[in-house]
């Protein structure tokens, strides 16, 4: 019988050594995956969109405010009620007395321009996003799911670095001039638009929705309707718009990030919120909506736009771009290069990264 050999350089336990080795390997894995992850959102991505998005959010929030001070409705809600209902938990909130409402909606209208021309950004942000929580928070029978994305929008922008190019904070002060953005940046405010939409899916799925109701009671009385007035009291049309919504709502996200189907959504989507900015007074959702659309387009898209409309009107900056061509991107400036160090700043973006996972997590818990 042949003696067993042995080696005698291996322990005796080398097998469960590796067996041991192995499995912390899987267990490390994760890890390794999620700082990979963070990596890839404190990348730098052109920050032309965001930019584009904090201009429409304070022009639209402009606009929101002017109509609050020019139809009226700063004393009919919220001056002349005798009583108003609050929100649990917020009793204490309550209109300022005398014209206070007044300044108050005017300092908005500051507050939105300031935001849209980048001038203190920060400081604009931050007064901005807890003067419209106030508003929000004074009357609980005057809910507008759109004032609500508006008040975490606010927020939002407190943490986006959105004042970067083309705002006065830019022009005042050069060394945060950059023509990129943290990548979360980015994917915060897109996902916080896929949200809307998915939730806006979820809710119709119920026996009214899919009954064709409300919508064939809200268009009974619309036969004057441009192109569709004569099809809206069809049993129908009824169901074809219950449908189309919650279609919409439900596949929009994945079509917009599909490059293969974007641009047909993008098309859809336009005409959908028209269509409702047509049919319902539903305020400055289709407006925002549709602004916010250009969050899930390339990045550098309004920059090329851009370029491309300059380059029409001056010769010598058609010659510039020609010599660029072969450098089409984007150099990231010094501010907006990739941090993975472990700095302090690169400490409190992790962790702010966290916070902003596990506040969109919440969101999806409450859907």
Known sequence: MRARTHDASAPPDSGLKRESDSRWSRLARPRVNLDALVSRLLEPVDNSSIVFFRIAFGIIMLWEVQCYLNYGWVASEYIDPPYYFPY????????????????????????????????????????????????????????????????????????????????????????????????WALVLLVAQMSIVYIY??????????????????????????????????????????????????????????????????VVALVLFHRFNAALFSI??????????????LPPDLPRRVGTRVRSMFTPQHRRKSANRKAGRGVAPSPDAA??????????????????FAAYLAIQLLLL
């Open 283 to 296: 305020g400055i959702f289709p407006m925002f909506a549709t602004a916010a659309i250009v969050l899930f």
């Open 88 to 183: 649990a938990g917020f009793e204490r909130v309550r209109p300022w007395p005398g014209v206070g409402m007044y300044i108050h909606l005017y300092a908005l209208g500051l507050l939105a321009m300031c935001i849209a021309a980048g001038f203190f950004y920060r400081v604009s942000t931050i007064l901005f996003a807890f003067g419209i929580t106030y508003v929000f928070l004074l009357y609980k029978a005057h809910f507008l799911n759109h004032m609500y994305l508006a008040v975490l929008i606010s927020f939002m922008l407190i943490f986006i670095p959105a004042n970067r190019a083309l705002s006065v904070d830019a022009w005042l002060r050069p060394p945060i001039r950059s023509n990129t953005a943290p990548t």
């Open 338 to 355: 990739p941090i993975v160090s472990f700095s302090l700043r690169s400490a409190l973006q992790r962790v702010g990264i966290v916070c």
């Open 200 to 265: 806006g899916g979820f809710a119709k799925l119920n026996g009214d929705w899919l009954r064709g109701e409300p919508m064939r009671t809200w268009l009974s009385d619309e036969s004057d309707l441009f192109l569709v007035g004569r099809w809206v009291t069809d049993e129908w049309f009824g169901y074809f718009i219950s449908y189309s919504g919650l279609l919409l709502d439900l596949l929009i996200v994945p079509a917009l990030l599909w490059p293969k189907t974007r641009w047909f959504a």
